[in-house]
Nanobody
Framework: QMQLVESGGGLVQAGDSLRLSCAVV????????MGWFRQAPGKERAFLAA??????TTSYADSVKGRFTISRDQNTLYLQMNSLKPEDTAVYYC??????????????????WGQGTQVTVSS
């Protein structure tokens, strides 16, 4: 059973950078697509970025395009976040789906989820 373990959240100031990691455990192959989502208090879980199994195709939400970069290496997914803003404050989740070619932006299309990591950006 695939498990996702996130790390890298924390408290930073506006304008700072932060890199989140998501380790994949319990799945031998790399035949899965992955994505990052976030959920702020009182709001729905929102798509941020996704990447195919090969890393050759990525997709970004307009709100983070140009500031956030998704990448993967072996069994680890990353989200490099630059120029952070207070409105980026949320719990960040990584997600995975075994079909590694399509990268949907809808949370319900991903059956595997990490536990979430808090990112707080102060002004």
């Amino acid at each position: 059973q695939m498990q996702l373990v996130e790390s890298g959240g924390g408290l930073v100031q506006a304008g700072d950078s932060l890199r989140l990691s998501c380790a994949v455990v319990g799945h031998r192959n790399s035949d899965y697509a992955m994505g990052w989502f976030r959920q702020a208090p009182g709001k729905e879980r929102a798509f941020l970025a996704a990447i195919t199994w090969s890393g050759g195709t990525t997709s970004y939400a307009d709100s983070v395009k140009g500031r956030f970069t998704i990448s993967r290496d072996q069994n680890t997914l990353y989200l490099q976040m630059n120029s952070l803003k207070p409105e980026d404050t949320a719990v960040y989740y990584c997600a995975a789906k075994i079909d590694g070619i399509t990268i949907p932006t809808i949370a319900t299309r991903y059956p595997y989820w990490g536990q979430g990591t808090q990112v707080t950006v102060s002004s």
